[in-house]
């Protein structure tokens, strides 16, 4: 009788372990997740920053040929 309810008990204790790796290694891959969005999120500010930069600069590129033209 004994041995049945060491054996329930350590099933038990093996699902609790499997469940806190299994959550931990969720965590991780979350957090992971996250920092990597974060990043493109970041690179794609910079390169909306550059491309607004080089519109204007075109935009006055533009301005200017036309008033040279008129």
């Known amino acids: 009788m004994n041995s049945s309810k060491n054996s329930s ?20 891959a979350a957090k992971t997740s996250r920092l990597k969005k974060k990043e493109q999120e970041m690179e794609i500010a910079k390169q909306k920053q550059k491309l607004e930069i080089t519109y204007v600069k075109l935009q006055k590129q533009i301005n200017r040929m036309q008033s040279v033209r008129a």
Do not use: C, F, L
């Open 9 to 28: 008990s350590n099933n038990n204790n093996n699902s609790m372990q499997d469940y806190y790796i299994k959550r931990q290694k969720n965590n991780e």
